[in-house]
């Protein structure tokens, strides 16, 4: 559990300035955090003391915000995000903003604004994205916990490419207030810790109706970290062996089995399933055809003239745009604009077949967690790769692209690692129904136990 002793003796202002100094080369972070300005009332001292870092895409008052973009460069937003709101009044000293994979598309770490991030154990292998910095500076031990977004996988699979827990919640329970829309109906606030109950606890600390996010929901499931010993319980715990020949790498195949194995002599039942793989085939392309869109939608208020970056003044509307959005975005962006075109004047009526499958992902999917518990795969197909050799994107690869299905229909989904080597650590990934987090951090929690004796 987070150390207060520790950080309580640390004179935080200067120790984050340390940090940012030492940090030039490795780009994981974009700026300090002047965390004497936010005048926010204290609630509890559930993280009294402790520093975070928070990726750039979270809104904070009055303090540069670009989210990695340079049609951002210069923004500062009238108001603080809710997720930032909570952390200080629980007592938490928000130290640093992380840098990201341009506007959060992206899975790398290397298409930020601000320079690649590497994996910080190897510089020769990805860090992973989009939460490329906030996985960092956790991994590094720079800090205990940080805050990223996840709408296709990304906290948990860089997690699992620096061997740390990476959790996002069921969408909703958390507020996205402030966080910068990329595809609403995937977007997640997501964070990274270094053990189950720390991330745990976040979510005490986090989950909470917030009438400023319109997509706001109530739960009625809490008391995660007080709740979180599995005592005598007996999970059913569902496997898919079919996905095993997606798994690259020898290391990822084995920890599974390790982890399977581990269980089922603690006593749980682990289940056999053999869902239409074929479905599961689409989620690529139907996250993609979805989030785009969506992501076109949300950022059209990227033109250059209302904030941000004024790259030509005194132009027309449509010249200025253009200069703007060439110059503000990079590749990864303009791709993600161009399919939501695609999707949107093809008369394939691409968006609305895409609609269609994702509701065949989601009852397929939901058809086997209403049978069990959780659901345990592994986080990722790979070892963390080169970066002269990257593996991200193959849409015939259906456990590469298995998180964004938690994207798809809402729910729980949690990084937790196996073996933590550095950039070859290993990582398996525990899901359950939406509403149902109480039930993934307990076997999570059960699991790491197990791993660690
Ligand atoms: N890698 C995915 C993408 O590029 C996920 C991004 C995310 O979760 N923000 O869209």
Redesign the pocket.
Known sequence: MFNKEKWKKINLAFYRDEVIKSKKEDHSIIEAIDFTKFKIEKKSQLLDGIPFGIKDNFSLEDTNTSSASKILKGFKPNYTSTVFKKLVSNGAIPILKTNL?EL????TGLTSNHGPVYNPFNKEHIAG???SGSNYIVADGTVPFSIG???????R?PAAYTGVIGYKPTWGIVSRYGLFD?APT??TVGWFTNNVKESALLLDVLQGYDSLDASSLHSTDKNFLEEINLENEKYKISIIPELEKYIKDDEVRNDYHKAIDLLKKDGHEIIEFKPNLKIFESTLIV??IV?SLEAFTCNSNLTGFLFGNNFKKDVGYLEGLNEARTKGFNY?VKK?FLWSQEARYSKEKYYLKALKIRRLINDEINKILEKVDVLLIPTTTDLSSNINNLN?FDSKNVLNNFL?IF?SNGSPSLSLPITKKGHQSTSVNISSLPFQDKKVFKLANRLEELNEK
């Open positions: 994979d959060a598309m992206g899975g994205g989009s939460s977004s996840d709408t296709g996988d990304s906290v699979k990329f995937w977007d996250y993609r989030s990864e993600r991200t964004t994207n």
